[in-house]
């Protein structure tokens, strides 16, 4: 079974442009959460999409948005992009009734 | 609510000697508890869970954790420490639904030889 597939891997991009990463989750996972990781705090938690609608959402400002696919697939754009967005965007997939994380690799974020 | 703390933001022990991680969690219900690794560049990789049943969970690697309700505990240990163990370390809390995670702020482990 293939594992959690994140694209890009790595991107600089500057102040103000905006950003899209791609989530393919393993397949028959219909859970697909978001985290952004910094040093010194962690994993902060920004969205989970099921079956295509956002089921929780974490404490980011609106610049953070997400979507999911009917294939599972999802999405997560930051706009108006901020020295402080640069860090690891950790993607995860959940199987239904299992109560268990599958991380992909992540998508390393520069702002410059 | 739920929270997970994670004391000692850096460990470092000796190459053979105990590896100890601590965390403690803040839970209203039973919870799901959850050690993480990370190695550099890579995603994190589950080490070990606790559910239900046995409190002593044993994991990959060589590593086991102990769930203790009444210190609200789940400190992760390896009897002996190996190079390859060098990683960053997060534990994590879920309540039953699994819905939401909650991760401490990680340990970096360094094994010094």
């Known amino acids: 079974k293939a594992g959690v597939t994140q694209t890009p891997r790595y991107l600089i991009k500057t102040r103000g442009q905006q950003v899209t990463l791609s989530c393919s989750p393993i397949?028959?996972?219909?859970?697909v959460s978001w985290y952004q990781q910094t040093p010194g705090q962690g994993l902060q938690f920004l969205f989970e999409y099921f079956s295509e609608t956002q089921r929780n959402k974490g404490n980011f400002p609106g610049r953070f948005s997400g979507r999911q696919f009917s294939n599972s697939r999802s999405e997560m754009n930051v706009s108006t992009l901020e020295l402080g967005d640069s860090a690891l965007y950790l993607c995860?997939?959940?199987?239904?009734?299992?109560?268990?994380?599958?991380f992909g690799a992540g998508s390393r974020l520069t702002v410059l | 609510a739920q929270s997970v703390t994670q004391l000692g933001s850096h460990v470092s022990v000796s190459e053979g000697a105990l590896v100890l991680l601590r965390c403690n969690y803040s839970?209203?219900?039973?919870?799901?508890l959850f050690w993480y690794v990370q190695y550099p560049n890579q995603g994190l990789q589950l080490l070990l869970k606790?559910?239900?049943?046995?409190?002593l969970v044993k994991g990959i690697n060589g590593f086991e954790a102990e769930f203790k309700k009444s210190e609200t505990s789940f400190h992760l240990t390896k009897p002996s420490a190996h190079m390859s163990d060098a990683a960053e370390y997060f534990c994590a809390v879920s309540d039953r639904t699994g819905n939401q995670f909650y991760f401490g702020t990680g340990t970096s482990l360094t094994v010094i030889p």
């Open positions: 397949s028959g996972h219909r859970s």
């Open positions: 995860a997939s959940r199987n239904s009734g299992a109560n268990v994380l599958t």
């Open positions: 606790y559910t239900t049943g046995a409190t």
């Open positions: 839970s209203s219900v039973p919870p799901y």
